[in-house]
């Protein structure tokens, strides 16, 4: 799951970063939040998930970002 979320997220920034878990969406990722819409929007269509804005409020990295995706798988 890591990967694909890792090969969605590279559509929406630039390389050179050490993808991981730990990885942030905002800080490390430097999203817009236009861009970070988007690329959860993508999420959401890859996984077959809705995430509420509450939920947003709870992801910080690419790890709380598989959390909520598996609570809701």
Do not use: H, P
Request: hydrophobic content about 40%; aromatic content about 8%.
């Amino acid at each position: 799951m890591l990967e694909t979320i890792i090969e969605i997220a590279k559509k929406y920034c630039t390389d050179g970063l050490e993808w991981n878990e730990d990885t942030s969406i905002m800080s490390d990722m430097e999203l817009s939040s236009l861009d970070f819409f988007a690329f959860i929007s993508t999420v959401e269509e890859t996984f077959n998930i809705r995430i509420s804005e509450r939920q947003l409020k709870r992801i910080d990295t690419l790890g709380d970002l598989i959390e909520m995706i598996q609570e809701q798988k």
